[in-house]
Nanobody, 123 residues
Framework: QVELVESGGGLVQAGGSLRLSCVAS????????MGWFRQAPGKGREIVTA????????YYADSMKGRFTISRDNAKNTVYLQMNNLRAEDTAIYYC????????????????WGQGTQVTVSS
């Protein structure tokens, strides 16, 4: 089992930026796809973005395209989420997750989850 620890959340004004980080334990990080998900109050968890094991493919949910960027540094066992032009509707708990395969956007195909980091965007 891989342990994932997120950081970088906080309170930011609308239009601002945040960079989330997720550090993974273990030596197999580079063999798997990674994803970021979020859950807003009263809503279900949704995918934000996903990245392939080598970082050469990425998926973004429609409302994040052009604003969010996912990246990974396999040497540091870390995946990042750069969030720009944040909106009030981006307020949620953001979770990092490890896929069972090299790349997937299916939430059920992720088998390790972080504890989450709160992102609050004030309007």
């Amino acid at each position: 089992q891989v342990e994932l620890v997120e950081s970088g959340g906080g309170l930011v004004q609308a239009g601002g930026s945040l960079r989330l980080s997720c550090v993974a334990s273990g030596r197999t990080f580079s063999a798997y796809g990674m994803g970021w998900f979020r859950q807003a109050p009263g809503k279900g968890r949704e995918i934000v973005t996903a990245i392939s094991w080598r970082g050469d493919s990425a998926y973004y949910a429609d409302s994040m395209k052009g604003r969010f960027t996912i990246s990974r540094d396999n040497a540091k066992n870390t995946v990042y989420l750069q969030m720009n032009n944040l909106r009030a509707e981006d307020t949620a708990i953001y979770y990092c997750a490890k896929a069972r395969s090299i790349y997937t956007i299916a939430q059920g195909a992720y088998d390790s989850w972080g504890q989450g980091t709160q992102v609050t965007v004030s309007s």
